[in-house]
C-alpha cells in the first residue's frame, strides 16, 4: 500500500535549521520523482523542491534557493528536505508528495498524485 509519511517539523527560531523526512512506502524511489510542498497560512499550497527518479533536484521556489536542499536515502526509501536559515515567512505545513512521472517538470499538483499528512513548521522567536 502506497503511503508517505512526513516528519520533523516544530518550531524553531529565525535562523535555524530543521530536516523534514518523507518515509515513502509501497513504491521505490527510483520509479518516481518526489516533491515537497508548503502552505503558508491563509495561502495557497506551493512546490518547494523536487527529486527525480534518478536523483537529480529541481527548484520550484526562488524563496528556497540557497537554504533548502532536497535529498533522499534509496536503502531508507526516504526523502529529505533540509532546511537552514528559516524565516518566519517559512512557517507552514509541509507536504511530501510523489509525482506521476521519474523526472520533475512543473510544481502541478496534478501530476503529484499520492501526498502525505503533512507535517507543521513553525519559525518563530
Known amino acids: 500500500q502506497l503511503q508517505l509519511v512526513e516528519s520533523g517539523g516544530g518550531l524553531v527560531q529565525p535562523g535555524g535549521s530543521l530536516r523534514l523526512s518523507c518515509a515513502a512506502s509501497g513504491f521505490t524511489l527510483d520509479e518516481y520523482a518526489m516533491g515537497w510542498f508548503r502552505q503558508a497560512p491563509g495561502k495557497e499550497r506551493e512546490g518547494v523542491l523536487c527529486?527525480?527518479?534518478?536523483?537529480?533536484?529541481?527548484n520550484y521556489a526562488n524563496s528556497a534557493k540557497g537554504r533548502f536542499t532536497i535529498s533522499r536515502d534509496t536503502a531508507k526509501n526516504t526523502v529529505y528536505l533540509q532546511m537552514n536559515s528559516l524565516k518566519p515567512e517559512d512557517t507552514g505545513v509541509y507536504y511530501c508528495?510523489?509525482?506521476?512521472?521519474?523526472?520533475?517538470?512543473?510544481?502541478?499538483?496534478?501530476?503529484?498524485?499520492?501526498w502525505g499528512q503533512g507535517t507543521r513548521v513553525t519559525v518563530s522567536s
Open positions: 508528495a510523489r509525482r506521476l512521472y521519474s523526472l520533475c517538470g512543473l510544481p502541478r499538483e496534478a501530476d503529484f498524485g499520492s
Open positions: 527529486i527525480s527518479a534518478s536523483g537529480s533536484s529541481t
